[in-house]
Nanobody
């Protein structure tokens, strides 16, 4: 079975950092890109960052310059380094395979990121 296992969420103070990781396993074909969505209470799901197997990246305007997405050599593990965190970054973060337009081929279980003093 296909699994996306996320780790790294937690509670951090404003200005702090967290690193999320997501490891994909199983019969996942055609991993063209991986990324991270987030969903805050009362808000729509938002794609915050994505990276293609070729290394091209895309970031939401709200996180550009603060977050960095990366892939390992297997192209099946994606990480999100989150620096200078703000309270508005508080959300459940979901790893996704082939994210596009709010959809994905596969989803992680979600990990809570809370930014609060």
């Amino acid at each position: 079975q296909v699994q996306l296992v996320e780790s790294g969420g937690g509670l951090v103070q404003p200005g702090g950092s967290l690193r999320l990781s997501c490891a994909a396993s199983g019969s996942i074909f055609s991993i063209n890109a991986m990324g991270w969505y987030r969903q805050a209470p009362g808000k729509q799901r938002e794609l915050v960052a994505a990276i293609t197997s070729g290394g091209s990246t895309n970031y939401a305007d709200s996180v550009r310059g603060r977050f960095t997405i990366s892939l390992d050599n297997s192209k099946s593990t994606v990480s999100l380094q989150m620096n200078s965190l703000k309270p508005e970054d508080t959300a459940v973060y979901y790893c996704a395979v082939n994210p596009t337009w709010g959809r994905a081929d596969y989803w992680g279980q979600g990990t809570q990121v809370t930014v609060s003093s």
